[in-house]
């Protein structure tokens, strides 16, 4: 979803919730916001977990870090507007909490 920022608070609060992009018909002459819209990207970002390489109780950590990127508890997130982590990335992840 792209969204262009409408409003920022007074604490620098920035809010980039809004209505779907809907990209311009064929050969219409395009507003600058449009323009920028084409050449945007969502603002996105993971949250990290930091945890020891060889952590006392490896098997309760590793089972709570595959239960958070189940595709059940990313689903979740939808309400919140958060995007589920990306397939590429859910591999990855499995195979370093595997490691643990």
């Known amino acids: 979803m792209v969204a262009p ?3 920022v608070s007074a604490n ?3 809010s980039i919730v809004g209505s779907s992009w809907v990209p311009p018909k064929k050969d219409a002459t395009l507003t600058p ?3 920028l819209h ?3 990207s969502a603002i996105a970002t993971y ?7 060889q952590p ?4 309760l950590l590793q089972q709570f870090l595959n ?4 595709p059940a508890e990313q689903k979740k997130g939808a309400s919140l507007t958060f995007a589920p982590l990306p397939a590429s990335v859910v591999a990855v992840d499995k195979t ?5």
């Not at 006392?56 to 098997?59: G, I, N």
């Open 5 to 7: 920022v409408t409003h």
């Open 96 to 100: 370093e909490i595997g490691s643990l």
């Open 38 to 40: 084409q050449i945007a």
């Open 12 to 14: 620098s609060q920035i």
């Open 56 to 59: 006392k109780q490896a098997s």
């Open 67 to 70: 239960f958070a990127i189940t």
């Open 47 to 53: 949250t990290y977990a930091i945890v020891p390489s």
């Open 33 to 35: 916001v449009q323009k």
